[in-house]
Nanobody, 123 residues
Framework: QVQLVESGGGLVQAGGSLRLSCAASGRTFSTYAMGWFRQAPGKEHEFVATITASGGHTYYPDSVKGRFTISRDNVKNTMYLQMNTPKAEDSAVYYC????????????????WGRGTQVTVSL
C-alpha cells in the first residue's frame, strides 16, 4: 500500500511558477507509475501528467505541455510537478496518484490517491 501526501500548492501569479510535491510512504515507490490530476470547481477530473516508474518517460495533455514538468526522485520517494507560466484556467485542486503497471492518462486505473493541494492562479 502507498500513502500519498501533496504539498506546495497556494496562490501564484499568472506567468509565475510553482512546484508541487507528492511524498509517498512505503518502500515500493519506485515500482509505481505516477500521475497528477486536477479538478476545478464544477468540472470533471482532468489528467495533467504521468511518469513511468523509472522516470524515463513522461506524458502530458496539450493543455499543459511545454509549461508543466513532471519528475520523480525514487531515492526520496517524492514526485514533483513544476508549473511554469501558469494560467487562470490551471486553478484547481491537484491530486497525485500511483498505479501498478504502465503509466497512462486513465484516471480509473490509478490505485492510490492523495488528498489534494489547492492551486490558485491570480491574474
Amino acid at each position: 500500500q502507498v500513502q500519498l501526501v501533496e504539498s506546495g500548492g497556494g496562490l501564484v501569479q499568472a506567468g509565475g511558477s510553482l512546484r508541487l510535491s507528492c511524498a509517498a510512504s512505503g518502500r515500493t515507490f519506485s515500482t509505481y507509475a505516477m500521475g497528477w490530476f486536477r479538478q476545478a470547481p464544477g468540472k470533471e477530473h482532468e489528467f495533467v501528467a504521468t511518469i513511468t516508474a523509472s522516470g524515463g518517460h513522461t506524458y502530458y495533455p496539450d493543455s499543459v505541455k511545454g509549461r508543466f514538468t513532471i519528475s520523480r526522485d525514487n531515492v526520496k520517494n517524492t514526485m514533483y510537478l513544476q508549473m511554469n507560466t501558469p494560467k487562470a484556467e490551471d486553478s484547481a485542486v491537484y491530486y497525485c496518484s500511483a498505479k501498478w503497471g504502465a503509466y497512462c492518462d486513465c484516471r480509473a486505473s490509478y490505485d492510490y490517491w492523495g488528498r489534494g493541494t489547492q492551486v490558485t492562479v491570480s491574474l
